[in-house]
Structures are given as C-alpha cells and as structure tokens.
C-alpha cells in the first residue's frame, strides 16, 4: 500500500492518505502527553509497542463480532486501516475508582465499582475534554441518540472481552477511552477506531497494583518503557 500524503497528525499519531481513497495508514509516534497535551515527553519505542498491543486487541474484539476500522499490519509502526469520520465524542468505561473519577468524586483510588460507569467526553484538548451528558452530544449535532446507544452496547462488551482477556495475564483492566467512527464506505457505519493500547487504558498488576500504563508518565513512576514492552509481551504472547 503506497503511503500518499498526511492527512492528520495528533499526539500519539499519524494518519496518511494512501492510493485507496478508503483507506489510511495510522503511524504510532514514540511522542507522549498527559493533562491533554498540558505534560509533554517521549517514550522510546512507544509507537511500536502500542501498534502491536492494538492489532492484538483489534483483533479480539473483532472476533467478538466488534467491527472496527482495523484492516492489517503494516510494519512496526503501521497499520491499515478504513477512513472514518470520527465522532466527537470520547467514550470513557470505569470499573474501578482511578484518575479522574477519584478526583471528581472525592474518593480513593482501588475500589471496585459495583457496576461499570460510561461517562462521554467532548472530544478537545483546548477544553480539556469536558465531561458531557447524551442529550448534549445529540443537540449539538456530535451523534444521534442511536449511535450513542450503539456506543454504549458495543463498549459494554469490548469491556467484558477485555476484563476477560486482560485477567487471564494478571491483570486488572480499571478503566478505558474508546473513540468511534462513521465508515462512508459502510454507509456510514459505526466502528470502533483510533487505538486500544496502554495509553488509553488503565492496568494494573493483579495483587500488587502495580500500574502498567501511561499512569507511568503522567505520575513520573519510572520505568516506563520497560512496562510498556511487558504489556506488548503479555498481549501478543
């Protein structure tokens, strides 16, 4: 696939046009942020882990009947996959107290919520991604109230595809951000899109805790790039 022209570039990738009008390449950068973009850094090899994490886990929601823009892997760096536009509206799940929710709530972290939360996010930086509610999205012309249902059901059971996959290597899966997108070429399709990787998902050890996510950069925890290759072994192994 000849790779054409950068049609987007955000914080943690690329998007390049490619001789198929339909489809992109998404390049993982090795960049980092934390605070919406307020903490900048680098992770060295991040993009390559986080390319393969994805693929993996694009794959196993796939598989549970998930469609999502993933089409292949390309390279270290690269995947293929369909152009999506993408709504603007971040969907977040929670199934323990962490980050932002313990800040929100007054809470500590670690306890195990008794069913999972959705919260939506307007999706944008300058804003710092603020919380909004259904009706908001859908009178601000983000997503009509079918696709939000739709968002909602397919989250619900990437999480327990997830939970399920994560717990069987040791690991609690805490909470995640997932964006959707609308498929043209699928008559407007909803699929699951952007990534799936530690970046935007919180993990920690089963038993001691420990965080095994970008918790690392954004807390200054040391080892980063250490964890970050140890998620890429235990989600590819």
Known sequence: MKQGNKLYEGKAKILFETDDPELLIQYFKDDASAFNAKKLGHIESKGVFNNKISTRLFHEVEKNRIPTHFVKFLSEREMLVKRVDIIMVEVVLRNVIAGNLAKRMGLEEGKVLPQ???????????LDDP??????AVAFDLATHEELAQMRKYTLKINRILMEFFGSRNVNLIDFKLEFGRCAADGGKL??????????????????????????????????EATYAEVERLVTS
Not at 195 to 202: L, Q, Y
């Open 131 to 136: 919380l909004i509610n259904e009706d908001t």
């Open 116 to 126: 999972p939360i959705i919260d939506l996010h307007l999706k944008d930086d300058s």
């Open 191 to 224: 699929l699951l899109a952007d990534e799936i990787t530690p970046d935007g998902c919180r993990l920690w050890e089963m038993g001691s805790g420990r965080k095994m996510d970008k918790d690392r950069f954004r807390r200054d925890l040391g080892n980063i």
